[in-house]
């Protein structure tokens, strides 16, 4: 059963070599729900996405990190080694998480993608989960890891690998039907 999200947009934060299911599950899922899922980098064109360590499809950009929250409902973050890596140092990607967090928005994490909460400051006093590799990061940032498919805390969602994508998903759109 979807719910209804019609008029709920979504902003997909992304840089190069994003793991592209974490991108392409979620997105497919919150469109068939109703809901406008945008690719959001650093750069206009393209970005592509990753399976695994091997780069795959191109996508197109729909906006830049200079967009004001305000305009979305909710933050989508895919995770990916490189990408990750990557868009943790981006301060205006810091911003975008900092200001999603400060309006109570759902911030949506997936696998390697909580690097940019523990970077953007956001993770110290959370219940998170990630891929195994983040659990010293994460806790280190002050957060407490737990290996579980899904964990929702507050405003945060957090997700382990792409084999959590449909409970992910489904938390995610719980997140924004509320």
């Known amino acids: 059963m979807t719910q209804p999200l019609n008029g709920k947009r979504v902003a997909i934060l992304v840089t190069e070599g994003f793991e592209q ?13 109703g809901a406008t899922a945008q690719i959001v980098s650093a750069k206009n064109g393209e ?18 990190f200079d967009l004001d929250m305000n305009d979305y409902d909710a933050v989508l973050l895919p995770g990916g080694v490189v990408n990750s890596d990557t868009i943790r140092s981006d301060e205006t990607a810091q911003k975008l998480v900092r200001d999603a967090a400060a309006a109570n928005k759902p911030i949506a994490v997936i696998c390697h993608g909580g690097w940019l909460l523990i970077s953007a400051g956001l993770a110290k006093g959370k219940r998170m989960t990630s891929w195994p590799s983040l659990t010293d990061d994460l806790k280190n940032a002050g957060a407490e890891w737990v290996d579980e ?13 792409p084999d959590d994508i449909p409970a992910f998903n489904q938390a995610l759109i719980d997140a924004l039907s509320a």
């Open 47 to 64: 970005v592509t996405g990753w399976n695994h360590t091997t780069p795959a499809s191109k996508f197109h950009v729909d906006k830049t």
């Open 149 to 161: 498919q899904v964990v929702v805390d507050g405003q945060l969602i957090s997700s382990r690998k």
């Open 21 to 33: 299911v974490e991108l392409t599950g979620p997105q497919e899922a919150l469109e068939k729900a």
